[in-house]
């Protein structure tokens, strides 16, 4: 994390690519446990705490920059541990797992695409 004001975005989209990661960890897991009894998926939370963070009187720029960064973490959880697709209690259905992959790497290659343009903008800045 840049200590720096003028990152203040970049700090925030740095933090979601970390969430994402996690996720995409967290999904590769699901899949490499698709045949094991009584695995329950797992998936990560982030947007839903960054959003709360997000949300305030100011505007986005005030709120971006008033974040405390180090109380947004994405955290894992278990998805449905009550639910069972099949009789050996296992709850991963493969056809998800790899749409939410193919989703999360999206959302993850725009994150990193974000964070390149806005050091792009510093750096059209800089050398003016």
């Not at 009894?37 to 971006?64: C, H, I, Q």
């Not at 259905?93 to 992959?101: G, V």
């Amino acid at each position: 994390m840049i200590g720096s004001g003028a990152y203040n975005y970049i700090n925030v989209l740095d933090r979601a690519a970390d969430a994402g990661w996690l996720r995409n960890e967290a999904i590769s897991n699901n899949i490499a446990n698709k045949d094991t009894p009584n695995y329950k998926r797992k998936d990560v939370n982030f947007e839903s705490y960054l959003m709360s963070a997000l949300t305030g009187d100011g505007s986005l720029d005030e709120n971006v920059a008033n974040l405390d960064l180090s109380t947004i973490n994405g955290t894992t959880y278990t998805e449905y541990s009550n639910l069972s697709y099949r009789y050996d209690g296992n709850n991963v259905d493969i056809s998800t797992e790899t749409a939410e992959l193919a989703k999360n790497q999206i959302r993850y290659n725009t994150l990193i695409d974000s964070i390149n343009q806005e050091f792009s903008r510093i750096k059209a800045v800089l050398t003016r």
